[in-house]
T-cell receptor, first 113, second 113 residues
């Protein structure tokens, strides 16, 4: 099955700086890569996703890049704000696996004011 | 449009008891999946239902079961509870015909004592 590894496990950044989280996946058939943000006591919220036919996608301060050859994808958050503090999860799935999502272990992001 | 609704939000059970959790998907979504989230194991896929049929299953013992009703609402049941079943149980829904984006509910926090 799919194996997703996520790094780093914790990330502390100064407000206004950028944060980068990286994930690798094992199944070359994976074609969909969402990112979720989970705040304390809440369920994961989809913040951005990318499909395998696209190399980069941006939504305001958030961007995701995908390198299919190397089988890795990254989340970039620019101009971080205190409300960006949360746990972020990457995930991957493929049609071959009937869309079952495999998640990374999560990254706890702390934005220091 | 209302999001994924899960009930109850919090519950405490005793070892050996059984528990039933309920999930109402986003209106129009006919696919419901369940995930277990624990600090040690992260987010793990339990099963997915579509049109009242289980379509995919994760690596959990038979004590974990689920079902889906004709209105797409879903329930999951855990029998003979163990301390290790303490977790956040997340339900997610998707529109199976328009892609593989899933949306999570807020989860049900289960504590087994």
């Amino acid at each position: 099955g799919e194996n997703v590894e996520q790094h780093p496990s914790t990330l502390s950044v100064q407000e206004g700086d950028s944060a980068v989280i990286k994930c690798t996946y094992s199944d070359s058939a994976s074609n969909y890569f969402p990112w979720y943000k989970q705040e304390l006591g809440k369920g994961p919220q989809l913040i951005i996703d990318i499909r395998s036919n696209v190399g980069e996608k941006k939504d305001q301060r958030i961007a995701v890049t995908l390198n299919k050859t190397a089988k890795h994808f990254s989340l970039h958050i620019t101009e971080t704000q205190p409300e960006d503090s949360a746990v972020y999860f990457c995930a991957a799935n493929s049609l071959l696996n009937d869309y079952k999502l495999s998640f990374g272990a999560g990254t706890t992001v702390t934005v220091r004011a | 449009k209302a999001g994924v609704t899960q009930t109850p939000r919090y519950l405490i059970k005793t070892r050996g008891q059984q528990v039933t959790l309920s999930c109402s998907p986003i209106s129009g979504h006919r696919s419901v999946s369940w995930y277990q989230q624990t600090p040690g194991q992260g987010l793990q896929f339990l099963f997915e239902y579509f049109s009242e049929t289980q379509r995919n299953k994760g690596n959990f013992p038979g004590r974990f079961s689920g079902r889906q009703f004709s209105n797409s609402r879903s329930e999951m049941n855990v029998s003979t509870l163990e301390l290790g079943d303490s977790a956040l149980y997340l339900c997610a829904s998707r529109d199976r015909f328009s892609g593989n984006t899933i949306y999570f509910g807020e989860g049900s926090w289960l504590t087994v004592v």
